[in-house]
Nanobody
C-alpha cells in the first residue's frame, strides 16, 4: 500500500513563496505519475499540477498557476515537490498530492490511486 505524506504548508503573505513536499512510501515511486490538487473551503478539489514518470518528464499545470508554480520530483528521495511563487490569496486551500500507478497522470482526480492527507496553505492579503 502506497502512503503519501505532504508537508510544507503554512501561512504566507501575498507575493511570497512556499515549497510543498510529498514523501511516498510502500510502492515504486519512480514508476508513478504524481499530481498536486487543492481544495478551497466550500469548493471542489481541483487540479494544480502533474508530472509523469520517466527520465524525460511530462508536465501539466492548471492555467491559474502556470508561470508561478513548479512541480518536480526526486526519485532517489521518493518525493515530489510543488514550488509555489508569487502566491495569491486565491491560492489558499488544502493541497493534496496523489499518485497514479499507470505512470502518466492527468488533471482528473479519478485517474489517481493514492492520496495524501493534505497540507493547509493560507495566503494573506
Amino acid at each position: 500500500q502506497v502512503q503519501l505524506v505532504e508537508s510544507g504548508g503554512g501561512l504566507v503573505q501575498a507575493g511570497g513563496s512556499l515549497r510543498l513536499s510529498c514523501a511516498a512510501s510502500g510502492g515504486t515511486f519512480s514508476s508513478y505519475a504524481m499530481g498536486w490538487f487543492r481544495q478551497a473551503l466550500g469548493k471542489e478539489r481541483e487540479f494544480v499540477a502533474r508530472i509523469s514518470w520517466g527520465s524525460i518528464y511530462s508536465l501539466n499545470y492548471a492555467d491559474s498557476v502556470k508561470g508561478r508554480f513548479t512541480i518536480f520530483r526526486d526519485n532517489a528521495k521518493n518525493t515530489v515537490y510543488l514550488q509555489m511563487n508569487s502566491l495569491k490569496p486565491e491560492d489558499t486551500a488544502v493541497y493534496y498530492c496523489a499518485a497514479d500507478r499507470r505512470g502518466w497522470g492527468s488533471a482528473s482526480l479519478n485517474d489517481y490511486d493514492y492520496w495524501g492527507q493534505g497540507t493547509q496553505v493560507t495566503v494573506s492579503s
